[in-house]
Nanobody
C-alpha cells in the first residue's frame, strides 16, 4: 500500500513551464508504476504520462509528447516529477498522480492509489 501527495501546481501564462512533484510513501515503492492524470472541468480524467517503477520506461499521451517529461528519482524512486513546458490553455486541469503495482496503464482503472490533486491553470 502507498500514499501519494502532489505539489507544484499553480498559475502560469501560456508558453510557460511548471514542475509537478508526487511523493510516493510506502513499502516496495519500486514495485509501483506511477502516472499523472488530469481532469478539466466537465471532462473525463485522462492519462498524461506514466513511468515504471525502475524509471527506465516512460509513456506519454499524444497531447504531452514533446512538451512534458516524467522522471523518477534514481535513489529511492519515491519522487516522481512531471516537467511541463510550452503550456497551453487546454492544459488547465487538476493534475493527479496515481500508482498501481506492476506496469503502467493508460486508463483510470486499474490505478488504486491516488493523490489529492493539484490545480494547474494556464492563462492565455
Amino acid at each position: 500500500q502507498v500514499q501519494l501527495s502532489e505539489s507544484g501546481g499553480g498559475m502560469v501564462l501560456a508558453g510557460g513551464s511548471l514542475r509537478l512533484s508526487c511523493l510516493v510513501d510506502g513499502r516496495t515503492v519500486r514495485g509501483y508504476a506511477v502516472s499523472w492524470f488530469r481532469q478539466a472541468p466537465g471532462k473525463e480524467r485522462e492519462f498524461v504520462a506514466g513511468i515504471m517503477g525502475s524509471g527506465r520506461m516512460t509513456y506519454y499521451a499524444d497531447s504531452a509528447k514533446g512538451r512534458f517529461t516524467i522522471s523518477r528519482d534514481g535513489t529511492t524512486g519515491a519522487t516522481v516529477v512531471l516537467e511541463m513546458k510550452s503550456l497551453k490553455f487546454e492544459d488547465t486541469a487538476v493534475y493527479y498522480c496515481a500508482a498501481k503495482f506492476g506496469a503502467v496503464a493508460t486508463t483510470r482503472p486499474p490505478y488504486n492509489y491516488w493523490g489529492q490533486g493539484t490545480q494547474v491553470t494556464v492563462s492565455s
